[in-house]
């Protein structure tokens, strides 16, 4: 089998080398994977793109390690979307990585370019609540990245503001100073015109803030509150 396998790395068209190799992978699991990792390239290069999956695909599962694994899974989404234009087998096969790794970078860019231009942001919020719970506890940044992410997805493209206000919450819970959860729910406070709630996050960013001259604008920001959208002028006279 080596022997066929030298053969092809110096001859990728030879024919008998590569019907060798094949003959060997219908033997049983034991030469699969050896077998698989010599003809990947080779299918590449003729552009066998079914061979090829089928290639990356047992090697995503039965490789040593957690890295190999979602190199191959990668690889094989990558050909799924540049070669058989298939957006959704693309996506699960970066899921697939995700899942793995919950803190691949490319993995997560492209399940995010493929949602955007397949509108599949339900699918993408449902895979990243399946791996938050392998993101770690507490304070650790990756969870606090993923709820972030999540409660962006609600909050921007599912335009589900409870589910985004929740998760929102869910940082505060872990982080009560977390300035940019606050900064997240004024906005979206602000934008759905919750009048009330919006003046609570107001007065839990004062109680967050010493620097005298932020105090005064979240002060100015409770008057204007008051003010222009509840019409309560004595409430907002009050503030000062």
Avoid at 28 to 42: K, M
Avoid at 138 to 155: H, N, Q, S, V, W
Wanted: charged share 25%.
């Amino acid at each position: 089998m080596l022997s066929f396998g030298q053969v092809l790395l110096m001859r990728p068209n030879h024919e008998q080398a590569r019907v060798a190799l094949e003959e060997y992978y219908q033997r049983g699991e034991v030469y699969q994977a050896p077998v698989a990792t010599i003809l990947s390239p080779v299918y590449e290069l003729h552009g066998q793109w079914d061979e090829l999956i089928a290639c990356l695909q047992l090697l995503a599962r039965v490789s040593p390690t957690v890295e190999e694994r979602v190199e191959h899974y990668e690889h094989a989404a990558k050909v799924f979307l540049s070669e058989l234009g298939d957006t959704d087998a693309a996506f699960d096969h970066h899921a697939q990585a995700l899942h793995l790794a919950p803190g691949h970078e490319s993995a997560r860019a492209q399940l995010y370019l493929i949602s955007d231009s397949q509108g599949a942001w339900p699918k993408l919020v449902r895979l990243y609540e399946e791996i938050l719970p392998s993101t770690g506890q507490g304070e650790e940044p990756l969870r606090l990245d993923y709820l972030y992410t999540i409660a962006g997805m609600y909050a921007t493209k599912l335009r589900e503001y409870e589910r985004a206000e929740q998760y929102y919450y869910q940082i505060l819970e872990i982080k009560a100073s977390e300035m940019r959860a606050l900064d997240e729910l004024e906005g979206l406070y602000e934008s759905t015109r919750r009048w009330d709630d919006l003046l609570g996050i107001l007065d839990s960013k004062m109680a967050q803030t010493t620097e005298q001259g932020a105090l005064l604008s979240l002060q100015f920001r409770k008057v204007e509150v008051y003010r222009d959208f509840l019409e309560d002028l004595p409430r907002a006279i009050s503030v000062l």
